[in-house]
């Protein structure tokens, strides 16, 4: 059995965003074995426990992943993940990852999905509500897809977002208020809101969102009326009814599962498309088990190992 | 991060039937966050993820157990399985546990709990159906509790059974044919049958049946007429509904959840019990996470360590 303890570093992200790209493909096929993810609440937090089984990939596995808002005060990380990974014939623990930078690859290689297929131009100006680490995965990760000419970001800590764009040297990227970040192409919410921080009026047609802060029952980032007015993707039905940016509105009868038009997996493989350029597309992530497969697979290949006895 | 790699060695028995009668303490008291184990399907086996928080305990942690029936071919056991421990003010994995031997020890344990609660004597011949390793591990953990006077078992592979009887030196053990194993004060069936072995007609009023072996969907060792003639506990309502001993009848209509007479839970804390001396006690065990926790907490005290870097 291998430990790998420095997962993340010298992956290229664009192998990433392929091997998400797959594994949404096999998920839109029927091809995975992926039960919802499990919360256990904990005092100050809680954990998610997620089995899954990606035949393409001959790969089978769990991973464990806290959220504990109260961390980064402690010097911890919010969230922090394992992937322990079985040998499909004798079902051993073969390998066991530090996945905590590979959440946040992985979610931002599904946010650079979507955007490839659904947004409605090649070259984008880039809004991102949220500054922490998601943000800048998913601004990596979509760099790989489509040409970023201009980035508007917004914190609720204004500080944050001024660092943030100061970071960016390469582009035109700046802090503005939130109204102002949400007038672009591609969306990208990332916070850990519990109620609507995106008006629906400050969003123009035509706009793509990647909504990726709601991943618990009552979170949410987005007017409802945006969902209604835009048309909603999932990456999976039962997780994002549970737990994604349309729980809450789901809860409050504004929105039912009926109105979801698709999964990611679906507009991968053509089943399911942006219909027009005028239309706003909105991907509601809640983050698959099998993505954190698919990126282990790079991490076992590229990451250093220990080697642990077992049994 | 610790790795523990020798788990199951110099553990003391009564430690772990105590520990594991304490969780069902908290079972039966409501005390604990345990879903139901979570299954998935591979080629030629399956795994189970089974998260689980343990407040008595401030134990929070996942078990992920394979089950391969193939793997004694290639010099692997059946069974194997990681435990992960997290700190539950933050959830930071502390601690990752070789859980294989532990798996056993728990298993053995609820057994011993349930023989203690519900067996009719004190001192009692025990009837082994099945001579593997979750054989020894119930007759190891039951023998803290009630004095085993004699020990008739059987197994489909009779060789195996005259060999498990062999190794028991300090008391009279003896293979012998199914019917006659069966005729005994605790009875304890520990089979992958996926079809009664046990019939209605060679068990006698009075004994304490341990089912063990059926803890998948299309598993089960004992005549359905037995459940009906017995009094059925289980260790968790859902889990047996779904993958215990009655899953088979449940699912033919035989036997109904209605009819069964509690948890050993509520066994544990006194709400309910043996009801007189002829009756026919069955305890339907699938295994619990909380078992495994409990388990952990013991084996983490008492194993060896190894430092892996995390985050």
Same mark, same amino acid.
């Given at each position: 059995?291998?430990?790998?303890?420095?997962?993340?570093?010298?992956?290229?992200?664009?192998?990433?965003?392929?091997?998400?790209?797959?594994?949404?493909?096999? #998920?839109? /096929?029927?091809?995975?074995?992926?039960?919802?993810?499990?919360? *256990?609440?904990?005092?100050?937090?809680?954990?998610?426990?997620?089995?899954?089984?990606?035949?393409?990939? !001959?790969?089978?596995?769990?991973?464990?992943?806290?959220?504990?808002?109260?961390?980064?005060?402690?010097?911890?990380?919010?969230?922090?993940?394992?992937?322990?990974?079985?040998?499909?014939?004798?079902?051993?623990?073969? &390998?066991?990852?530090?996945?905590?930078?590979?959440?946040?690859?992985?979610?931002? &290689?599904?946010?650079?999905?979507?955007?490839?297929?659904?947004?409605?131009?090649?070259?984008?100006?880039?809004?991102?509500?949220?500054?922490?680490?998601?943000?800048?995965?998913?601004?990596?990760?979509?760099?790989?897809?489509?040409?970023?000419?201009?980035?508007?970001?917004?914190?609720?800590?204004?500080? #944050?977002?001024?660092?943030?764009?100061? &970071?960016?040297?390469?582009?035109?990227?700046?802090?503005?208020?939130?109204?102002?970040?949400?007038?672009?192409?591609?969306?990208?919410?990332?916070?850990?809101? /519990? &109620?609507?921080?995106?008006?629906?009026?400050?969003?123009? %047609?035509?706009? #793509?969102?990647?909504?990726?802060?709601?991943?618990?029952?009552?979170?949410?980032?987005?007017?409802?009326?945006?969902?209604?007015?835009?048309?909603?993707?999932?990456?999976?039905?039962?997780?994002?009814? #549970?737990?994604? %940016?349309?729980?809450?509105?789901?809860?409050?009868? *504004?929105?039912?599962?009926?109105?979801?038009?698709?999964?990611?997996?679906?507009?991968?493989?053509?089943?399911?498309?942006?219909?027009?350029?005028?239309?706003?597309?909105?991907?509601? !992530?809640?983050?698959?088990?099998?993505?954190?497969?698919?990126?282990?697979?790079?991490?076992?290949?590229?990451? /250093?190992?220990?080697?642990?006895?077992?049994?």
């Amino acid at each position: 059995m291998q430990y790998f303890t420095d997962t993340g570093k010298s992956i290229d992200l664009k192998e990433v965003n392929r091997a998400i790209e797959s594994a949404f493909t096999d #998920h839109g /096929r029927g091809l995975v074995q992926m039960p919802p993810k499990i919360y *256990i609440t904990l005092p100050e937090g809680d954990f998610r426990t997620m089995p899954a089984y990606l035949p393409s990939l !001959s790969l089978a596995g769990v991973k464990v992943v806290n959220v504990h808002p109260g961390n980064p005060a402690r010097g911890l990380p919010t969230v922090m993940a394992l992937t322990i990974i079985l040998d499909i014939a004798t079902g051993t623990p073969v &390998a066991i990852l530090n996945a905590t930078k590979l959440t946040d690859m992985r979610t931002g &290689a599904a946010g650079a999905v979507a955007a490839k297929y659904l947004s409605s131009k090649k070259e984008v100006v880039l809004g991102l509500i949220g500054t922490g680490r998601q943000a800048e995965a998913q601004y990596q990760a979509i760099s790989q897809e489509l040409d970023i000419c201009e980035i508007k970001c917004w914190s609720r800590n204004s500080l #944050h977002a001024e660092k943030f764009a100061q &970071a960016i040297t390469d582009k035109d990227a700046r802090s503005v208020p939130v109204e102002k970040a949400c007038d672009c192409d591609i969306l990208v919410t990332t916070t850990p809101s /519990r &109620a609507p921080v995106v008006m629906s009026g400050w969003v123009q %047609e035509g706009t #793509h969102i990647n909504a990726i802060g709601a991943d618990a029952a009552g979170k949410q980032e987005l007017d409802p009326l945006l969902l209604k007015r835009g048309t909603v993707f999932v990456d999976d039905l039962s997780q994002a009814i #549970h737990s994604g %940016e349309i729980n809450v509105p789901i809860s409050c009868g *504004i929105f039912t599962p009926e109105e979801i038009a698709g999964t990611l997996g679906e507009v991968v493989i053509g089943m399911k498309k942006r219909e027009s350029q005028d239309q706003i597309t909105i991907f509601d !992530s809640t983050g698959l088990a099998i993505q954190d497969l698919a990126i282990a697979a790079i991490a076992m290949r590229n990451g /250093r190992a220990i080697d642990l006895p077992f049994p």
